[in-house]
């Protein structure tokens, strides 16, 4: 099995390291010494090489055994320390107060500017001890800026990706360059020339043509400098970003990347212990990735860690679903219903996802208190198996989504976990990017229960941060993606068959990916009418007539949104 413990993946560092807890914490207020975290991950490169030429050093290791409490963390492990210590990229080195306070932080340190670092940081704990600390500025300003929300906030977005547009490479941006699936998506509906450059940007460059599945990002404007790990929870929405590209286009060059990725998760990242997927491949031998087929057939396989973590296996529940609902691909359905049989079993109980499967991990990442991020993916993943595979699903959706809202919503909006926890995981993060994810899995919740408490919750959600939506970069796409949908519709196909009849999967393929379809329609409070054999279209207050055959409901769509 992959690597587990935070603390494991040493490679052959003479540090001591302690782990995560108010243990470690405890002994640095003892001792009257600063905190040295280390944030890594698995996949990270520049990680493995700072325990290897920094950490190894002897004398480097002596003075942070002797001057400091060394902690390691593994930040897909530990997701809610990332969000408050990271430095801007990994692996992130921060020294802290025994309080969690931050006297200081850098990120991949050498030979020469650890030693300079830790003389810098001890001559201020000897002169200011604690009171050198500082509390990050996301969790001094606690309360989001609250506002109005208009179809101003759809259209300032799409001023951003035009003003943020690569028109030479495609994308946004000019360095590193992501792929940002959330942005891919948002402009499919608004400004499909842009969208498309971009998507043939992300597949050229980023597409691992040999063994499937999409590279992290490149450093460089041209999309040079490829970052060759990859991880699961990029490629399950790049999956569904490019199905939803070939649902409009009906392109294969859209249909293939998406193929080619489905065939990677199921494959290399496809945990058989466990029936679900791994969390990332690191990127191996650095030349490998340029030898030819032959080559690199016989070159070593680039390691797996295989944590089965819930959110990143929710994204990719969701990536399979919306590419077997476009498709009919068995491969894909199949291997989408067995993760979506574990998240439910073995990772969801009483609506609280776990961040990990214990028999994955060998430390506290499997802890069940409810973490935002977990989520909002999870509530998002069984919205969309519910309208794809069966409607029962939504039992589950909705002990989530109600779980979410019991225990984390503080307010209007929502915080990323309990208020509890070593250093600064007492203090309140309020993550736009999962609150908006949570509030656009609520809003197909409502569409597909017809609980009109789910959409009021969206809204509340989307409003508290509207303050601010006029400064929302790019990465920030499916804030405005849930806005629209809210004010809007969405666009909700009520169906009266099971999934699978041909009425179903004809709306299924209604070329609007942001739509939500409701089988069994007549099982729950949607739309009057709806019965077996015939299904109905609604936006908003409107309502089309009953609809029979796919040509019919084709047609139905097109006079709802005209």
Not at 82 to 88: A, E, K, V
Not at 107 to 118: E, S
Not at 369 to 398: G, K, Y
Not at 556 to 561: D, E, F, G
Request: aromatic share 6%.
């Amino acid at each position: 099995m992959g690597i587990g413990m935070d603390s494991d993946r040493d490679d052959g560092t003479r540090v001591e390291w302690r782990e995560w807890g108010q243990e470690a914490f405890d002994e640095a207020a003892e001792a009257e010494l600063p905190i040295l975290l280390s944030l890594t991950a698995t996949w990270c490169d520049h990680c493995h090489e700072m325990d290897e030429e920094t950490y190894a050093e002897p004398r480097i290791a002596a003075n942070v055994n002797d001057s400091f409490v060394p902690v390691r963390v593994d930040v897909d492990r530990r997701p809610r320390v990332r969000d408050r210590y990271n430095m801007g990229g990994f692996p992130s080195t921060v020294f802290l107060a025994p309080d969690g306070s931050v006297l200081t932080g850098a990120g991949y340190l050498g030979h020469d500017g650890m030693r300079q670092v830790l003389d810098s940081v001890r001559t201020m704990w000897d002169t200011k001890g604690s009171g050198a600390g500082r509390v990050p500025r996301p969790l001094r300003e606690d309360n989001p800026p609250a506002g109005d929300l208009t179809p101003d906030v759809e259209s300032a977005m799409l001023g951003q990706l035009t003003e943020a547009y690569d028109e030479t490479a495609g994308g946004w941006g000019q360095q590193p360059k992501f792929p940002l699936p959330d942005a891919l998506e948002f402009a499919l509906k608004r400004d499909r020339e842009m969208a498309l450059r971009s998507f043939d940007a992300v597949s050229a460059n980023l597409l691992d043509e040999y063994d499937g599945g999409f590279y992290r990002f490149a450093t460089d404007p041209d999309w040079s400098g490829l970052q060759h790990e990859k991880l699961l929870d990029s490629n399950g929405a790049l999956v569904r970003a490019f199905a939803n590209a070939y649902l409009l286009t009906g392109r294969d060059e859209y249909r293939e990347p998406a193929a080619r990725t489905v065939e990677f998760l199921t494959t290399t990242l496809w945990n058989d212990a466990v029936d679900a997927f791994a969390n990332s491949q690191a990127p191996g031998e650095t030349d490998a990735h340029s030898l030819d087929a032959t080559d690199r057939e016989a070159a070593a396989e680039p390691p797996v860690d295989d944590a089965v973590l819930a959110g990143p296996n929710a994204l990719a529940i969701e990536g399979l679903a919306t590419y077997a609902a476009y498709t009919d691909d068995e491969r894909a359905r199949r291997y989408a219903t067995r993760a979506l049989e574990t998240l439910q079993t073995d990772l969801i109980d009483e609506g609280v996802v776990t961040h990990a499967h214990p028999e994955t991990v060998s430390d506290g990442a499997s802890a069940t208190a409810p973490l935002l991020a977990n989520q909002a993916r999870a509530l998002s993943a069984l919205t969309t198996a519910a309208s794809v595979f069966d409607l029962d699903i939504l039992s589950t959706a909705t002990a989530v989504a109600d779980a979410t809202i019991d225990q984390l919503r503080d307010g209007d909006s929502f915080v990323d976990g309990p208020e509890a926890g070593a250093g600064l995981l007492d203090q309140p993060l309020r993550p736009l990017d999962s609150n908006v994810a949570l509030a656009d899995a609520l809003l197909d919740l409502a569409a597909l229960t017809g609980d009109e408490t789910y959409r009021t919750v969206a809204r509340e959600v989307l409003a508290s941060f509207a303050g601010a939506s006029d400064r929302f970069g790019v990465q920030i796409a499916q804030y405005a993606t849930a806005t629209s949908r809210l004010l809007e519709g969405p666009l909700v196909i009520a169906v009266g068959d099971e999934p699978g009849s041909d009425l179903h999967r004809a709306a299924l393929r209604m070329a609007d990916h942001e739509k939500v379809v409701v089988p069994d329609a007549a099982t729950v409070d949607i739309e009057p009418g709806v019965e077996t054999g015939t299904a109905r279209v609604i936006l908003g207050d409107r309502s089309s007539t009953i609809a029979e055959t796919p040509t019919e409901l084709s047609e139905a769509v097109q006079s709802v949104l005209d």
